[in-house]
């Protein structure tokens, strides 16, 4: 239990090693179809709103250094989509925030967060059809985009934003084609508690384990889907799957894979279709080959890959590419000789979600 209590301590009870900062901004949202099937008109006029609480870490640990010291962050975001049809949506979604480029008092950064949502208006089929988009209040949030920043604006920081923001409830029931919209705006710190840098030599750290410059990962995962039936009932999706890691760094792994996918909604509907239980089994079983890039920080893992069904039959919805968000939770760190993981994962397929899996895996 060590390490539990040794990271709550680094995350809520350390303001000699870290910053804490919360801004405020106001951003336009720009929403647009990226589905024949989406029939809502696209709104004049739309905004985001949103209340960041940010927690800039000091630590001079390996992974640290290597990231630029990213920051932590949690928004608390308000979308007012500028039509009845599709009402209003507010988030809480956590992530984390990278520093590509540092001057004195400026610099640019990417940012990345995902999390849940509630959207108080959604599809219903007699008093709300053109809502085809989404059919569940509660949803998932995902965000990421482009800041720069100036703290030399009368002693408070500045920020323009730009980015991209998308909800789903990662076909957990239909229709969910998803809202996406695009935002820019203004962000300004309201709130800034003092910096101390002057981390003690006994909290220093520098990496000194060995680690493997090719690793094998071996994984399952389950999730759930509907049937393609609007109404239809859920059914679940089993993953199988491995990958050969190649480190380009101590905190930058490069991914080559493969995966086996039994969809459980595919299945019933051959099935159901008089198609043999033999045939629809096969139907209904997907093989993946996919690249990516897995960032490594500390016992936080965020991967990012893409990848193509084999063979070509095995397509879903003429969609060739699928696309998977993942961030993984290694307990005991990721340099032992075994490093056991838990995971949470986005699949999607040009913007729109397929589903939502829970992961359990090992790498080695």
């Known amino acids: 239990m060590k390490w539990l209590f040794r990271l709550l301590f680094v995350l809520f009870f350390s303001p000699v ?5 919360v801004n405020l901004s106001y951003n336009q949202a720009f929403v647009f179809k990226h589905k024949p099937s989406l029939l809502f008109e696209i709104p ?18 390996g992974w640290q250094s290597y990231w630029h010291s990213p920051d932590f962050i949690v928004d608390l975001g308000y ?20 520093y590509l480029k540092r001057y004195q008092k400026s610099g640019i950064q990417f940012h ?5 949502a509630y959207l108080n208006t959604v599809y219903n089929p007699i008093s709300n059809p053109l809502n085809t988009a989404i059919s569940s209040h509660w949803n998932n949030h995902t965000k990421l985009g482009i800041t720069y920043y100036s703290n030399d604006f009368f002693n408070r920081s500045l920020k323009l934003v730009f980015g991209m923001a998308h909800y789903s409830n990662g076909k957990n029931k239909l229709p969910n084609s998803g809202i996406n919209f695009i935002y820019a705006g203004l ?9 101390n840098e002057n981390v003690p030599a006994e909290y220093e750290e520098k990496d000194t384990t060995r680690f493997r410059r090719i690793r094998i990962e071996l994984y399952a995962g389950l999730g759930a889907s509907t049937s393609e039936n609007i109404g239809g009932p859920q059914y679940p999706v089993y993953l199988y799957g491995g990958a050969l890691h190649f480190s380009m760094s101590r905190y930058l792994d490069a991914i080559l894979g493969i995966e086996r996918e039994f969809n ?5 509907y051959y099935y159901y279709d008089f198609i043999e239980k033999s045939e629809a089994k096969r139907r209904a079983t997907k093989y993946i080959v996919s690249t990516g890039v897995e960032m490594i920080l500390g016992n936080i893992g965020i991967k990012f890959l893409a990848g193509v069904y084999i063979p070509r039959e095995n397509v879903i919805n003429e969609q060739p590419v699928i696309f998977r968000l993942q961030t993984n939770y ?9 490093n056991p993981y838990v995971g949470i994962a986005l699949k999607s397929h040009y913007g729109v979600a397929d589903f939502i899996s829970y992961h359990l895996g090992v790498k080695f």
């Not at 979308?79 to 984390?96: C, D, E, Q, R």
């Not at 459980?264 to 019933?268: E, R």
């Open 17 to 21: 090693f870290s910053q804490s900062t």
């Open 330 to 338: 290694y307990p005991i760190g990721q340099y032992k000789k075994v």
């Open 112 to 116: 990345i967060a995902s999390g849940m």
């Open 264 to 268: 459980g909604p595919l299945y019933y």
């Open 44 to 61: 004049d006029y739309s905004f985001h709103l949103n209340l960041q609480y940010c927690k800039h870490y000091i630590g001079h640990t």
């Open 187 to 195: 962000s300004v710190g309201i709130y800034k508690t003092e910096i």
């Open 79 to 98: 979308t007012h989509f500028g039509s009845s049809v599709l009402g209003n949506g507010f988030a809480l979604t956590p992530g984390v925030q990278f």
